[in-house]
C-alpha cells in the first residue's frame, strides 16, 4: 500500500533526527570516556634498564603526563632481550590505556630478526607517538690508542678479538656493529647488556675497548673524557655533534642507523584514549622546554606526528631493518 507523501516526509524527518540524536549520543560518549581518562595510575612499562635514553625520556614524559591527566604516570622498568620482555608483557596487558610502553627500535628490529618474539610491532600495538630521536656513536674507552675512523680501522686489523657492547641484541647499535663488521670485515664481537647503562659503564671502565650506544646515553661520559667519540652511525651529521664525522663519510656507504623511541599501548586501547595520549605526548616533546632537554642530553624530538603518519613512521622502519638484517645476516643470540 502506498503511504501518502506527507507522510513519507514526516517519517524521513523522524529517521533523521533519530540518526543525528544517535551520533550526537556517540560523541558525547566518547568525550567522556577522553575526558574522565585516566581514573587511576597510569603505568610506563620501559623496556630497559634504568640509566638509558629510554628510561631517561620515559621518566620525563611520565612527570608532565601526571601533571596533564592529574593522576600519576609511573614508570616500571621491564629490561631484557633488546627490549623484548617488556614489549612482550605489554602487548597481553588489557588493552584500556592503563599499560603503555616505551620501547626503543628494537621494537621494529626483534620480528624480522629473531626466532622466538611473540609480538608483531604493527598489529598488536596502537602507535601513539615518537617521542625522540638520537644519533648512534662509535665509542672507544680513552685507553684505545685511536682518534678518528681511519686510526680505528688500522688498529683493529691488528687485534685478533674487538669486542663491541651494546644495550642488547637486536637493538639499532647492535645492527650498526654488525654493519660495520660486514662492510670492514674487521675482527668485532659483539657483547650485549641489558640495557645502555650497564654497557657504557663497562666500557668506561675498560672491560671492553668500544661500544655502539645512543648519543643520550654516552654524552656525560663524553663530556668527562671517559669515553671518545670516533664517529656517528646516521647518514648525516648530526646538529648534536655537528663535528663528528659519520662512518659513511669514512668509506661505509650503507649506514644510516639511529635510535629513535617509540610511546604505545596494546592493540584495541580505546580510539579516543589513544588520540588524548597523542595529542599530549606531542605537546610535551616538542615544547620548547623539552626540546632545550632533549638538546642538552644529545638527542631531539621528531615532530609532532599525527596517529596515521606516526603509525606509517613504525611501518616504514619494519621494512628498512628487515633489509638491513638480511644484508649483515646477524641472528641473535638464543
Known sequence: MTQPSGRRSAIRRAICIMGATAAAACATTAWAQAGSYPTRPVTI?????????????????????????????????????????????????????????????????????????????????????????????????????????????????????????????????HLAGELLRTESGLPLTHVPYKGAAPATSDTVAGQVPMAFQDSMSVSAFIASGKLRPIAITSAERSSVFPNLPTLKESGFKDFDVYTWLGLYAPAGTPADIVAALNKAANKIMNSPEMTERLKSQYSEPVGALTLPQTRQYVEREVLKWRELVKVTGVKAEE
Open 45 to 173: 612499562v620501559v623496556a630497559f634498564a634504568p640509566g638509558g635514553m629510554t628510561d631517561i625520556v620515559s621518566r620525563s614524559l611520565a612527570k608532565e603526563l601526571s601533571e596533564t591527566f592529574k593522576q600519576p604516570f609511573v614508570i616500571e622498568n621491564k629490561a631484557g632481550a633488546a627490549g623484548q620482555i617488556g614489549t612482550e608483557y605489554v602487548a597481553k596487558r588489557p588493552a584500556d590505556g592503563y599499560t603503555l610502553l616505551v620501547s626503543a627500535t628494537g621494537h621494529v628490529i626483534a620480528p624480522v630478526m629473531q626466532k622466538k618474539v611473540n609480538y608483531d610491532p604493527v598489529k598488536d600495538f596502537e602507535a601513539i607517538a615518537i617521542l625522540a630521536k638520537a644519533p648512534n656513536l662509535l665509542v672507544v674507552n680513552p685507553q684505545v690508542p685511536v682518534h678518528n675512523v681511519p686510526e680505528f680501522v688500522k688498529w683493529a686489523k691488528t687485534q685478533t678479538n674487538v669486542p663491541y657492547a651494546t644495550a642488547g641484541a637486536g637493538g639499532s647499535t
